[in-house]
């Protein structure tokens, strides 16, 4: 499986050809207007910058080589009274499994925790706010225990929202021979290093 940050929490899933864009976005300072092709989109909840989908072009359908598993959750640490309900989706293919949290809001439960089960990668919000900050972002990737980790939905000037922090207080909480800065989007899961992978957007 490939798997490319687009930006923000958006990311094409790749498998044999076929293209997944989960939580497409709009209107976050500084990102380009997305625009990019998949055979399927989704969101994890219907937000302006992680439901976008009219920025996403729809291939001819096809049969898809991945399995999805979606598990539900909370956008805030109040069972969902502050911002609603967040979905958050393991894609498997090529027996690779990949977990996007989308606006996780709260701790995860040992429920939540069994149904997500083994994954080889996680794409975790860190900015806070809005989401769990980096503390809460490095216990659910503790609590996963994948062999990779993408961090997403933080500010990088002059890229981001202007309310959320940046990367680098979750980046402080590892150690740093685990930390591996891309020099691009893309991540080969099969070959990707074992720690924190950062995209170079």
């Given amino acids: 499986m490939r798997v490319t940050w687009l930006g923000h929490a958006c990311f094409l ?6 293209r997944i864009v989960t939580d497409p976005y ?8 997305l625009e990019t092709e998949a055979h399927a989109v989704y969101c994890s909840h219907h937000h302006f910058d992680h439901d976008a989908v ?5 291939l001819p359908a096809r049969e898809s080589p991945f399995q999805i598993r979606e ?8 069972k969902g009274t502050l911002r609603g309900t967040n979905t958050i989706r393991v894609f498997t293919a090529g027996g690779v499994s990949v977990v996007h949290l989308g606006d996780l809001g709260h ?10 089960g083994p994954v080889d990668g996680v794409l975790v919000p860190v900015g806070g706010f809005y989401t769990v900050d980096a503390r809460g972002a490095k216990a659910a990737c503790d609590a996963i225990g994948p062999k990779w980790i993408i961090p997403m939905h933080y500010r990088h000037a002059p890229y981001g929202l202007p309310n959320v922090a940046g990367v680098e207080d979750f980046l402080a909480l590892w150690p740093a021979e685990q930390i591996h800065r891309l020099s691009g989007t893309s991540v080969d899961t099969e070959a990707a290093p074992a720690g924190v992978l950062l ?3």
């Fill in 13 to 18: 899933l790749e498998e044999d050809g076929y």
């Fill in 26 to 33: 709009t209107g976050v300072e500084g990102y380009p207007p």
């Fill in 54 to 58: 009219d920025c996403v072009k729809l």
């Fill in 71 to 78: 598990i539900q959750s909370f956008h805030d640490d109040q």
């Fill in 107 to 116: 701790a995860l439960t040992a429920e939540q925790l069994a149904a997500i």
């Fill in 199 to 201: 995209p170079k957007f």
